[in-house]
């Protein structure tokens, strides 16, 4: 009977697309595993904290990224418009500015670019790939110019403890990230503007034509993108005490996109969650901390990233057939 019993229910479950739509889950395990055998003194309690505090910074970006791939675009500015935020906000402390200042200056630069990128993308139909390359480069440039390649030193305590403190031996910044992962969650499933997102992604002339406002759509898209990269240089500067042009390096991209293809966001538009995307972070994170506790090289680390973004793109592609 109970053969029976197991036989039907396997018939009417999906296995194939329950194993591809759950494969962050499946890949953040089987990662697990592989880390605990080959990475001796990995799991302790300050590892695994300090895992979580380098991967806040990512998630914020990540966040951000992943309302711009719902709609089938792509944003390569992140990494300067995160640095050219952090800068201005370090320099403008320096001069005197109190906390709330810096993290206005941080959220309005990076919402201001992110508008730009959106404007020229939704209104301008200009293509997303060559527009946020632009801003990538433009952004550098205007980095390096400020900072002279000097990094600009942050002496501000208040600064650095609201944005890399610990509440016990909690870092600020993993609950930060985690309410912000909860709100984009929410507006993602629950609000118009997230409805609006993915039936943009999933045909921008459909959802037109369905009377949808796809050009403000994409504004907004592109426009949270840049406010999370804002957002991220608040954590990434109070870390490291300091803002400099390097922190918008362009192996940081890397880090993003692989981080939302691994958390089962589509390159193809309409699929893939603020949550998942988080969950992608974490693993790459594990990726990238397990490799240098292993002592290999940084080369062969991109290697291996670039080896996992495949194999995601391939499931994606695989989940789209199906």
């Given at each position: 009977m109970d053969r029976i019993v197991f036989r039907r229910v396997s018939k009417s479950v999906n296995w194939k697309k329950l194993l591809i739509t759950n494969s962050s889950v499946i890949a953040l395990a089987i990662i697990f595993c592989w880390i605990a055998l080959v990475t001796p003194g990995f799991f302790t309690t300050r590892n695994i904290i300090n895992v979580l505090n380098q991967s806040a910074a990512l998630g914020f970006m990540v966040i951000g990224i992943t309302a711009v791939f719902i709609t089938g675009g792509i944003d390569l500015s992140i990494p300067s418009v995160m640095a050219l935020s952090g800068i201005l906000a370090a320099m403008a402390m320096q001069n005197g500015a109190g906390i709330m200042m810096a993290v206005l200056i941080s959220i309005l630069v990076g919402l201001f670019l992110g508008l730009i990128n959106g404007y020229a993308i939704g209104f301008l139909r200009m293509i997303p790939f060559v527009v946020t390359l632009s801003i990538?480069?433009?952004?550098?440039?205007?980095?390096?110019?400020?900072?002279?390649?000097?990094?600009?030193?942050?002496?501000?305590?208040?600064?650095?403890?609201?944005?890399?403190?610990?509440?016990?031996?909690?870092?600020?910044?993993?609950?930060?990230?985690?309410?912000?992962?909860?709100?984009?969650?929410?507006?993602?499933?629950?609000?118009?503007?997230?409805?609006?997102?993915?039936?943009?992604?999933?045909?921008?002339?459909?959802?037109?034509?369905?009377?949808?406002?796809?050009?403000?759509?994409?504004?907004?898209?592109?426009?949270?993108?840049?406010?999370?990269?804002?957002?991220?240089?608040?954590?990434?500067?109070?870390?490291?005490?300091?803002?400099?042009?390097?922190?918008?390096?362009?192996?940081?991209?890397?880090?993003?996109?692989?981080?939302?293809?691994?958390?089962?966001?589509?390159?193809?538009?309409?699929?893939?969650?603020?949550?998942?995307?988080?969950?992608?972070?974490?693993?790459?994170?594990?990726?990238?901390?397990?490799?240098?506790?292993?002592?290999?090289?940084?080369?062969?680390?991109?290697?291996?990233?670039?080896?996992?973004?495949?194999?995601?793109?391939?499931?994606?592609?695989?989940?789209?057939?199906?």
């Open positions: 990538q480069i433009i952004g550098m440039g205007i980095c390096v110019w400020l900072t002279s390649k000097v990094s600009i030193p942050i002496s501000n305590g208040t600064y650095l403890n609201a944005f890399s403190g610990k509440i016990g031996i909690i870092p600020v910044s993993v609950i930060y990230l985690a309410f912000m992962t909860f709100v984009a969650t929410v507006l993602a499933k629950k609000s118009i503007w997230g409805r609006w997102l993915y039936a943009t992604g999933i045909n921008i002339n459909t959802a037109t034509v369905s009377g949808i406002p796809t050009r403000k759509v994409l504004l907004g898209a592109y426009a949270w993108s840049g406010l999370f990269a804002g957002m991220a240089s608040l954590l990434i500067t109070s870390r490291l005490a300091s803002a400099s042009s390097t922190m918008g390096q362009e192996g940081v991209v890397l880090n993003i996109v692989s981080s939302a293809v691994v958390g089962g966001v589509s390159f193809q538009g309409g699929f893939g969650t603020p949550m998942g995307a988080v969950l992608g972070t974490l693993i790459i994170t594990l990726i990238s901390n397990s490799m240098n506790m292993m002592q290999i090289s940084y080369y062969m680390t991109l290697i291996v990233k670039g080896i996992v973004i495949i194999t995601f793109v391939c499931l994606d592609s695989i989940r789209h057939r199906n």
